[in-house]
C-alpha cells in the first residue's frame, strides 16, 4: 500500500495492521503511516485486503487502549468495533425521535445485537472457555482447556434485578417492545430463581466444513455477517427460571405520569436458550443465537428469537455495561483469566484487559469437597460507577467453578477519586440516571467431563480468505442527497426524491431543503397498499422535516404527509459525515440471499424478492458536538453510520409477530435480526 492508501484508512484499521506486524501502535495517525510504510520497504509487511472489516481474524476492538487512554469503562462504552454500528452514535449522538408519521426505530436497536434477553440483564453471555482443574499438589489450583462434551449442570438462587430509576427502567422495558413490560415505570424489581446448563457441543465429522479434517472432529460449521462458513466451537447455555416481578405502574389519569400505584407480576417462567459460534483459529466470536420464551403470570407467552453477529446480545447501554461488569450469568470463563497460572492462596493479579481485580482467598469446602475461593471486583466500576464484585470456587477434578456469587450495584453519582475528569463527563453525557443492583448464586448440580481438547488456533485448508463473500469496497458510492438505491424492481428512493426536487408547490419544506444543504438522513418504504409511499425525513442547516412522498404510477408523485421536527428532535446537520455507503438494491439482495442468511430467508421472501409487507429503509446517525467528541476526534473514531434495515409485522394464531433485520451500509455486513412474538 502506498502512502495515499494508507492515508485512506482510519487509526484504528492502522493500528490493526500494525498489530498484525508486532509492530507498536502509538503516535499520531502520521507515524502510524510512517511506520508501515517503513515496514513494507523493509520487505516484512502482510497487510489484509482493504476491505478486511469482517474476518475474525481481524478485530478491530484490539486498539491498544492503553495509549489512547486508560478510562477502561469509557472504552467499553464507546470505543468499540469500529465495523459494527458503533455504539459511538448511541452515546454521545443526537438520534432524533421521529414521530409518528412517518415512522422509524426510536433507538438504533440494532447497534450490535438485539436486546431481547434484557427482562434478566444478567442473562448476558461471553463465550465458552477453559475449565478447571486440580493438580497433583492438593492445594494448588491450575487452569486448563475445555473438552467437546463438557456439560454442567447448576441451580441459580437468590438472584435479583433491580432497576431504580425511570431512565434505568425504560431500558429494560424498551428492549423488549412490546413486551411483558410496558406497564412499569420508575422502579423494576425482579426475583428469580431455577436452574441451568452450560455444554459444548461434540459434533461429528459431518458437521465440519470438510469431512477430511477428521482432526477437527467436534467442531462444527457456521455462518458469520457475511454468509461465509468457517468451523467453530459451539457453546450452549440454557435457563428454567421463575421470576416474580413488581414496581410502580402508570398513573390513571396522566398515562405520561408514573404514579406510587404497585405493580405486581408473581410466578412468571422464563426459559432460554442461547448458543454461540467461536471460529476455531482465532477463536473469535461468529455469531449468537438467542431463543427466549416468557409465560407471565397470567398465563400470555411472549417470544423472541434473536441472531447476532460478534458481539454481546444486548445493545442497550445498560446492558452492555452490566455485561462488561459481571461477566456472563454461567460459570466464568476462568481458562481466559487465568490461563496457566498456578493459584495458591494470596496470588493477586489483573485479568488481561485492565478490567478485573483478583485475589485467590483459602481453601474451604463445598458440596463437601475441597475448593479454594477466588474475589475478583471491577476495577473502574468501582472507582466511577459503584461496584461490581464476584466470589468464585473451584473444587478438585472439577473443569467450572462449582459456585459464584455475583454482587453489582452502578450508580453513576457514586463517582470515586479514581475516576478522570473525562471518565465522569463521558459518564455523565451517557450513562442513564438512576441504579441497577444485580445479584444472583450459581451453584453445580453435576458435571460431565468431555472427550477431546477444543481445537483452538488450528489452521484448516477450506477456511475463507479475508475478502470472501464480502461487497468490494469500491462499489461505495458518495451521497448527492441521500443513500443511493438504484432498485429496478420497486418504487425507488431517486424516484421519490426526485419527486420532492421537481415540485416545489406540493413538498414546499422538503423541496428548498434538498435543493439547498439538505439531505435525507433516513428513509423508510411502504408498499402494503396500492400506492408504494417513502416516508424521507431531512435536515438543512436550518430545518429538519419529514415528508411522505406516494407515486399513483407515471411521472407524478403527491403528498401523503409532512411535518417538521422540533428543537430536540432535529438531529445533527453535517454532511461531511455522511459516509460513502453501497446501493440500497445491492444491500438488499444479500439480506433476501437464501445462500448468506438462509435461516433468514424465509420470513422475508416470496419467490426469491422481497415481501411486499417487509418495509425497507435506513438511518444515518452523526455525533453530536460536544467535549466527548472532541476527545473521540482526536482519534479517528468519529464520523457519521449508516444501517440498512428491514421491518416486518403479521398475525398469525393468536400472536403478533414483529421482525427487524440491520445491515452496515458501508461494509455489507450484517448486524443481526430479531423476532418477537406478543399476544394479540
Known sequence: MDKDELSALTVAELKVRLKELNLTTSGKKADLITRLIESEDEGDVFILDEDDDGDPTSDHSEIDVEEVYDAEVFEAEIIVDDEIDSDIFETVSSTAT????PTFPRTVWYKDGTAIAT?????????????????????????????????????????????D??????????????????????????????????????????????PSDTELEGAVMAQDAYGRTWNTVQSNLN????????????????????????????????????????????????RSQTALNFVDSEGQTFSSEATTFDGLIGSDTISELVGAAVLPMHPVNLYDIFGLTVLE???????????????????????????????????????????AEMILWAIPGQPLAAKQIVDVHIDKSKTESGCSFTESEAIDLTFPEGEIVVRYTLEQISFKRGTELLDWQTYYATRPDSSDGKPSASNRISWINHMPDNSTTRFNLEQAVSCVMTDAAAF???????????????????????DPTWNLSWISSSDAGWVRVT?????????????????????EHSRDQIPQTHKLASLESRMVSSVYYP?????????????????????????????????LDEFDLMGGKVTVYLERTWTSGDSEHNLRVGMDAETGRMAGWALASTPV
Request: a negative charge; one cysteine or more; hydrophobic letters at 35%.
Open 98 to 101: 421521529i414521530v409518528s408519521n
Open 119 to 163: 427482562i434478566l440483564v444478567v442473562l448476558l453471555l461471553a463465550g465458552a472457555g477453559g475449565w478447571w482443574y486440580l493438580s497433583n499438589e492438593a492445594s494448588v489450583y491450575q487452569s486448563a482447556p475445555s473438552r467437546y462434551g463438557d456439560d454442567l449442570q447448576f441451580t441459580v438462587s437468590n438472584g435479583l434485578l433491580l432497576a
Open 165 to 210: 430509576g425511570d431512565e434505568m427502567v425504560a431500558l429494560l422495558r424498551d428492549a423488549l417492545a412490546p413486551s411483558a413490560l410496558d406497564d412499569v415505570c420508575d422502579e423494576l424489581r425482579i426475583e428469580f430463581s431455577g436452574t441451568g446448563s452450560s455444554s459444548i457441543t461434540d459434533g461429528s465429522i459431518s458437521d465440519l466444513l470438510d
Open 239 to 286: 435457563y428454567d427460571l421463575s421470576a416474580d416481578l413488581s414496581g410502580y405502574t402508570w398513573s390513571a389519569i396522566n398515562q405520561d405520569s408514573c404514579s406510587s400505584l404497585e405493580w405486581l407480576r408473581r410466578n412468571n417462567q422464563l426459559d432460554l436458550d442461547v448458543n454461540q459460534w467461536h471460529e476455531i483459529t482465532e477463536r473469535s466470536l461468529l
Open 345 to 387: 492462596e494470596g496470588l493477586t493479579g489483573e485479568t488481561d484487559d485492565g478490567y478485573w481485580g483478583w485475589r485467590v482467598g483459602s481453601t474451604s469446602t463445598i458440596g463437601g469437597q475441597d475448593a479454594i475461593q477466588i474475589r475478583m471486583h471491577h476495577i473502574k466500576i468501582g472507582e466511577c460507577l459503584g461496584k
Open 508 to 530: 414546499p419544506e422538503a423541496n428548498a431543503a434538498l435543493n439547498g444543504d439538505g439531505y435525507v438522513f433516513a428513509a423508510k418504504d411502504d408498499r402494503t397498499g396500492s
Open 551 to 571: 407515486w399513483p404510477g407515471g411521472e407524478n408523485c403527491y403528498n401523503s404527509g409532512d411535518g417538521f421536527f422540533t428543537v430536540d428532535e432535529k438531529p
Open 599 to 631: 435461516n433468514l430467508h424465509s420470513q422475508i421472501t416470496s419467490n426469491g424478492n422481497l415481501r411486499s409487507d417487509v418495509h425497507i429503509g435506513y438511518a444515518l446517525v452523526v455525533p453530536e458536538e460536544n467535549a466527548v467528541s472532541e476527545w
